[in-house]
């Protein structure tokens, strides 16, 4: 660009400048464009100024708010527009460009952090903000963590705090249901929740059957199932024995630290670190001496083992042999819902006891099977009913699921807020039961959420 030396009345323009102080900028600003216009014309020379691009050559203003330094600086037209004169044309700019039918203003993408059920989180796109359904992150999702497509339907994506766990559909929102969580939790939760922040994970679709679990072959999706697994045990949603607890817990001190070396792995080795390997209620008791010295001893055992695996990824060996034990269960792969259940209603055979309270605190577990109801004063299995062996009914407004039998041998009442969940997932789960019964073996895609309960 042509540097040319602008005179208004033979005075430079920051001498001009400096006089004008009472004037309004913008008529000192038009003084120097006409000036300037009248010396390019002269010297036939084009310009065509920025006004909003930033000067080449700033003023310097010192640390201590001294006066600006004495170096010459040359002014240009464009360094001399008012304040108000840049408001109105960036503000004219911005509304030139968002009716720009090439701008992309309005087309920026959020990022939302992820959590993977195997302890490690991505950042997915959100290209419609808000308004992004879950299927559309799922596709981002599989993408980061490289998962196969024949697995893609095995996981799905989960809103979640401490007290509240919801599978979203292909259709939700996650963040328009992330901004109404707090009133998600006074709907669904008794007690004051009110600190919870939700986040998202993706962790195992729970319409998914043990069976079809059989056929996993890939890492990925193995480390997936085995980690959504462990994660169930180790807050004791899936009550198992001491003995399953520990055989499980040699799997885990396998996967996470490798071989046992005596002089590493000795007592004192978990110290602090128990609830990684066992059960909550396990490793916070007055024996977690004693359960550490049995994990140790299994973790030598299972040690030992690995060199026999025929299977060329040991660790993926090792996800099979805690899988394979957790399908034993038949409260495997469900979803979890509090509740209290009416002992002055409950009629079940006579093999099965429970504390006679009016109350007991119980978990109703729902997955490809059935209901099962697990006590969660002894950590243990009440029954489990398959879908064709009972009748149900739930009631979102009285808080209420009941279960029972025509021949009236059985007859179970659980007050719970999360009744309108239950009964969403309940009609699904059922529904693909039935399916499977007939010999259609196709998996439901649905999943149980909020919007119409």
Not at 182 to 198: D, G, N, Q, W
Not at 210 to 216: L, M, N, R, T, Y
Not at 345 to 373: C, D, E, M, W, Y
């Amino acid at each position: 660009m042509v540097q040319t030396a602008i005179d208004i009345e033979g005075k430079s323009p920051l001498a001009v400048c400096l006089e004008c102080r009472e004037n309004k900028w913008s008529q000192t600003a038009k003084l120097l464009r006409e000036a300037y216009a009248k010396t390019a014309t002269q010297q036939s020379c084009s310009f065509s100024p920025s006004l909003l691009s930033p000067p080449d050559r700033p003023l310097h203003i010192t640390h201590d708010g001294e006066a600006p330094t004495s170096e010459p600086l040359p002014l240009r037209i464009k360094d001399i527009v008012s304040l108000s004169e840049k408001g109105s044309l960036a503000a004219g700019r911005s509304a030139r460009n968002r009716t720009s039918p090439g701008n992309n203003a309005d087309k920026l993408v959020r990022r939302q952090r992820i959590d993977i059920v195997n302890g490690q989180h991505h950042l997915a796109r959100f290209p419609s903000g808000k308004d992004t359904p879950t299927e559309h992150i799922l596709q981002d999702i599989y993408k980061l963590i490289q998962l196969a497509p024949q697995y893609h339907e095995m996981v799905a994506l989960w809103i979640q705090s401490d007290s509240l766990e919801i599978q979203l559909g292909d259709n939700d929102k996650p963040l328009q249901l992330m901004s109404t969580w707090p009133s998600l939790m006074t709907r669904y939760v008794t007690k004051t929740t009110a600190a919870e922040i939700p986040k998202l994970c993706l962790r195992r679709n729970v319409f998914i059957s043990p069976a079809k679990e059989k056929s996993v072959a890939d890492p990925t999706m193995l480390e997936l199932l085995y980690a959504d697994a462990k994660r169930n045990v180790l807050k004791g949603h899936y009550p198992c024995s001491e003995e399953d607890a520990i055989e499980l817990g040699g799997l885990t001190m396998q996967v996470l630290y490798g071989d046992h070396v005596s002089t590493v792995h000795h007592s004192g080795f978990l110290q602090g670190q128990l609830e990684e390997v066992l059960p909550v209620a396990m490793a916070t008791s007055r024996r977690r001496v004693e359960f550490e010295r049995r994990i140790l001893a299994q973790h030598s055992r299972v040690s030992q083992s690995v060199s026999t695996f025929s299977d060329n990824d040991p660790q993926a060996s090792l996800y099979k042999q805690y899988l394979q034990k957790c399908c034993q269960w038949p409260f495997y792969g469900a979803a979890f819902f509090h509740g209290s259940l009416a002992t002055k209603t409950f009629r079940l055979p006579t093999q099965v006891k429970i504390h006679r309270k009016a109350h007991v605190p119980v978990n109703i577990a729902v997955n490809t099977s059935g209901f099962h109801l697990i006590s969660l004063e002894t950590n243990s299995v009440i029954t489990s009913l398959s879908y064709d062996s009972v009748d149900w009914d739930a009631s979102a407004e009285k808080h209420c699921v009941q279960l029972s039998r025509s021949d009236k041998t059985l007859h179970v009442q659980i007050k719970t807020r999360m009744a309108g969940l239950f009964s969403s997932l309940v009609s699904r789960m059922s529904e693909q039961y039935l399916q499977r019964s007939h010999g259609n073996t196709s998996t439901t895609t649905s999943t149980a959420h909020t919007q119409n309960d």
